[in-house]
């Protein structure tokens, strides 16, 4: 499995107004010939937002991700 951008940037501030548009994606790319599945935990779950979190990623296909965070910490 991949990730593409290999690099995020997550642009501030991260207030309750701003956290309501401020989704950035990324994409898991599953280059194998399986079928996989995904789980994306955080040690913050209260102030970020994924979206979907877990899943499945068909052979050579792709899932976008949304995550957002929410305030700081």
């Known amino acids: 499995m991949e990730v593409f951008p290999k690099e995020l940037f997550v642009e501030g501030p991260y207030n309750e107004e701003m956290s309501k ?5 990324f994409s898991l790319i599953n280059n194998l010939p399986q079928n996989q ?19 499945f990623i068909r052979a050579m296909d792709r899932v976008e991700v949304n995550f957002k965070i929410i305030k700081n910490s």
């Open 37 to 55: 599945v995904f789980k994306i935990k955080s040690t913050k779950p209260d102030i970020i937002a994924i979206t979907p979190h877990c899943g």
């Open 21 to 25: 548009s401020k989704w950035t994606r």
